[in-house]
């Protein structure tokens, strides 16, 4: 388990070698987890950054000005450019459990989930089995799986999304993987939740071409 591994295989290289390291990979060209593809992705350090695109557009990324080129370089003009927190734990905060696994496709999984696949984590009400809140895990390689989770407007305030987060972080430790949390930089809620459930803000950034 290593989140160096991970960033290795997800973006073509790791660590970087320079302020912003290009590389290539054939995975900007696959479908990713969710069958969609993402032609530009990557993750930065207070020290570097890699910024990993398909190996045809290497030499023309490097030598762009701006990061807002990008997407017409690739290809993917019509896209925006996007940028969030990274985070990432090995030793998620020793909260309650608060969820259930259950296959992604089962009754009453609200839909956000089905596109997760496998088992998502889902918290319900006791007394009358609604959703109140769930994670879905983006398994993008064997070493590392990024965590969303979202919960249900009536049970916001409860500490259920920290408590799912953090139940969920120890699952994919336990299979072998880094778990791994992305959020824009202006949601304060997320944050609030990721650093409650032991993933610190390291200074680490995600980029890229955004989905549509």
Do not use: C
Request: negative net charge; proline residues 8%; glycine residues 10%.
């Amino acid at each position: 388990m290593s989140l160096t591994d991970h960033l290795r295989h997800w973006l073509g290289a790791w660590p970087p070698e320079e302020k912003l390291h290009v590389t290539g990979s054939d995975r900007r060209t696959a479908p990713a987890w969710d069958g969609r593809v993402h032609p530009a992705l990557g993750v930065g350090t207070p020290d570097g950054a890699v910024l990993s695109v398909a190996p045809e557009h290497v030499a023309r990324v490097t030598a762009a000005r701006t990061l807002a080129e990008i997407p017409k370089i690739v290809g993917y003009g019509e896209r925006g450019w996007f940028e969030a927190v990274y985070r990432w734990t090995t030793r998620p905060a020793p909260l309650a459990d608060a969820g259930d696994w259950v296959p992604a496709t089962a009754p009453g999984v609200p839909e956000w989930l089905h596109v997760f696949g496998g088992e998502v984590l889902v918290a319900v009400d006791p007394d009358t089995g609604s959703h109140l809140a769930g994670v879905g895990i983006k398994r993008h390689d064997a070493f590392g799986h990024e965590l969303s989770v979202v919960t249900a407007p009536e049970a916001r305030g409860r500490g259920l999304a920290r408590q799912l987060v953090a139940q969920a972080a120890r699952r994919v430790l336990d299979e072998g993987a880094v778990p791994t949390y992305l959020h824009a930089h202006s949601n304060a809620a997320s944050a609030a939740v990721s650093t409650a459930a032991g993933f610190p803000d390291l200074g680490w950034t995600a980029f890229g071409i955004a989905e549509k």
